[in-house]
């Protein structure tokens, strides 16, 4: 059996045939050792050599030790490829839970204008961030009483990835905007989607993450765009303590102080406003 190109290097002996017949009726792009093991029926050894050679023959790549994807037919015999990349990011995760955060939420969501170069998850363990073919995988620690707020956003008919839902993904750029380019970011995600949110659970999240500045925030930007009644500001007013936080962490601490919310402005609300025109 060939597959793709009629090259030699894509010469597929009936094992890995097999394999890659059963993986692509379940729709599985990404694949383990062990997914290996368990199909073709061979043990660890006779499986890690199957595997080494259908690497060397371009059918699949080799992300990390134990960790595979499937390469497209239609990229001949490249082995440098890494496959969905909120699969990839997932796996990388392995038994660890994590889903799809920050930027790349964003990206999901319809919340930016600009591709997104690396990727990024949010894990209740410390995982090591890590570089495949070009790609920065990122993990954020969030702990367990945070892992909330999050959605299934399916990448084939049977693979899918979590991610944090809209509101969720505002608050985590809120209290981490180096992780989506910045509080304006947030800002034009938030005006941008802020027709298919609910501000209720906006409140929530933010009463719920128990941050200051992420309280701070949000109730600034839902009252200079109009988009919540009263009664949630009110809500997240009655949480402030007596310090302030700046409104962007990756901008100088610089800029008038605002007492309603705590904040130090070093954005001018000109240049947020101006993001409902843009």
Sequence with gaps: ????????SKTVGPKTAGLLARLYDRSQSTFTLADAREITGLNSQLASSLLHKAVQRGLVSRLKPGLFVIVPQELG??????????????????STPCFISHAS?????????????????????RLQ???????????????????????KHWVTKQEY??????????????????????????AKGLWMRHQDMKTTRLVEYALRMG??????????????????????????RGTLSETYAPLDTL???????????????NITPQELESIRTT
Excluded at 168 to 184: A, F, K, M, N, S
Excluded at 219 to 236: D, F, H, K, N
Excluded at 251 to 265: I, T, V
Aim: aromatic share 8%.
């Design 1 to 8: 059996m060939r597959i793709g190109h009629n090259t030699s």
């Design 77 to 94: 015999t490249t082995s440098e490829y890494t496959g969905n990349p909120y699969l990839t990011a997932k796996r990388l995760a392995g």
């Design 105 to 125: 939420a964003m990206e999901i969501h319809r919340m930016v204008t600009q591709p997104q170069l690396a990727v990024f998850a949010s894990s209740v363990k």
């Design 129 to 151: 961030s890590r570089s495949l073919r070009g790609t920065e995988f990122h993990f954020v620690l969030v702990t367990p009483e945070r892992y909330f707020g999050t959605a």
């Design 161 to 186: 990835v979590d991610i944090s839902d809209l509101e969720r993904t505002v608050i985590d750029g809120l209290r981490q905007p180096e992780y989506c380019g910045g509080v304006t970011e947030v």
């Design 211 to 236: 941050t200051g500045a992420v309280i701070r925030r949000l109730g600034y930007l839902l009252e200079l765009y109009t988009i919540a009644p009263e009664s949630e500001l009110s809500r997240l």
């Design 251 to 265: 901008l100088p601490k610089e800029g008038p102080h605002l007492r309603r919310w705590r904040l130090q402005l």
